[in-house]
């Protein structure tokens, strides 16, 4: 049984569980928190999660697991296509999210999600560099219905776990002028992935959680 290691808030683990889901594999989650203890560090050399586990062998790293998981598992769905061509187009979309978008869009949602104060000028500062990866983003997508055409691919998981936190976490920072207005075709497709059973499930439980950490968060002040 696949063992998948890391909390439903976190984008990369919400993206290992679309793929899990989008292959019918049954699995677990273990609900763990990043750490440098040198326990976690054994199985995630950097300390984050997501981690998998298969017969007490792990995998870090969201996108070697999904790569893992094509492999382990041949009969189930691939993530990533075997024409080497389309396999480039989605592993390129991939990294434009991840890149591009998440690392940037990071710096603020981080500090936020936290509780932090965000330093007056941060939103202003990143806001040109996520416009460049939207941009960039909107040149190579297809949104028909699935990001990188007629199928279901890593690119969905990357695209759906991270496009999600990014456009909710980074709404009051840029409440008429979110970067994520300018892709089109973005609203159509969160709404047909929300209409899948796996994204839905993904969306539900993070939902879920972000209101019981609401709630603790209000109790503590
Ligand atoms: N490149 C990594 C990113 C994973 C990642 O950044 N995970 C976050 C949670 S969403 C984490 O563990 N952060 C804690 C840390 O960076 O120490 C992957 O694709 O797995």
């Known amino acids: 049984?696949?063992?998948?290691?890391?909390?439903?808030?976190s984008n990369y683990v919400n993206k290992v569980k679309l793929g899990i889901l989008e292959k019918g594999l049954e699995y677990e989650q273990i609900r763990v928190a990043p750490s440098q203890e040198e326990e976690f560090l054994k199985i995630s050399p950097m300390g984050k999660i997501p981690v998998l586990e298969i017969d007490g062998r792990f995998v870090f790293e969201s996108t070697a697991i999904l790569e893992f998981l094509d492999d382990?598992?041949?009969?189930?769905?691939?993530?990533i296509p075997n024409d080497p061509w389309e396999a480039a187009r989605i592993r390129e979309i991939t990294t434009l999210i991840e890149n591009y978008l998440d690392i940037p869009a990071r710096?603020?949602?981080l500090l936020s999600s936290r509780g932090k104060d965000v330093p007056p000028g941060l939103a202003e500062e990143i806001h040109p560099i996520l416009t460049k990866g939207v941009k960039a983003l909107q040149r190579v997508v297809r949104f028909s219905p699935y990001i990188a055409g007629d199928r279901f691919t890593l690119a969905d998981c990357s695209a759906f776990a991270n496009l999600t936190v990014i456009e909710e976490s980074l709404r009051p920072f840029y409440p008429t002028d979110h970067p994520l207005d300018l892709l089109?075709?973005?609203?159509?497709?969160?709404?047909?992935?929300?209409?899948?059973?796996?994204p839905a499930l993904v969306e539900k439980e993070k939902q879920t959680l972000f209101k019981i950490l609401a709630r603790a968060k209000v109790k503590v002040e």
């Not at 075709?185 to 796996?198: A, D, I, N, V």
């Open 107 to 109: 710096r603020i949602y």
């Open 184 to 198: 089109s075709g973005l609203k159509e497709y969160f709404t047909f992935m929300k209409s899948q059973k796996g």
């Open 1 to 9: 049984m696949i063992k998948l290691h890391g909390a439903s808030i």
């Open 72 to 79: 382990f598992y041949p009969e189930t769905p691939r993530l």
